[in-house]
């Protein structure tokens, strides 16, 4: 059993900063690839940033320049420090991770989804 557990959300001005962070647990044998999507009220999920096992980041063009990932694989946690933020970055936030399991002699690897955060940004 894996879960993912979010914090940091919360209500913000224009112009602040937030700090995401997604802690996973549960039978973990190799943290893969770990990410931050959002999705805003009536909008499919996208991709915001994205982070290897090792230090290759991907960021959705709206946010580069503004939001950091990062992760702790010693604490199997991915943070997403997000500055400058803008009313448009209201949305719901979801850690996402890719996640091997061993069962006996046979490993697995599956998707994993957080809860989900919510941050709201006013002008």
């Known amino acids: 059993q894996v879960q993912l557990v979010e914090s940091g959300g919360g209500s913000v001005q224009a112009g602040g900063s937030l700090r995401l962070s997604c802690a996973a647990s549960?039978?973990?044998?190799?943290?893969?690839?770990m990410a931050w999507y959002r999705q805003a009220p009536g909008k499919q999920r996208n991709l915001v940033a994205g982070i290897t096992n090792g230090v290759i980041t991907n960021y959705a063009d709206s946010v580069k320049g503004r939001f950091t990932i990062s992760r702790d694989n010693a604490q199997n946690t991915v943070v997403l420090q997000m500055n400058s933020l803008k009313p448009e970055d209201t949305a719901i936030y979801y850690c996402?991770?890719?996640?091997?399991?061993?069962?006996?002699?046979?490993?697995?690897?599956?998707?994993?989804w957080g809860q989900g955060t919510q941050v709201t940004v006013s002008s």
């Open positions: 996402k991770a890719t996640i091997t399991y061993r069962s006996g002699l046979v490993d697995y690897t599956d998707d994993y």
């Open positions: 549960g039978s973990i044998f190799r943290l893969n690839a």
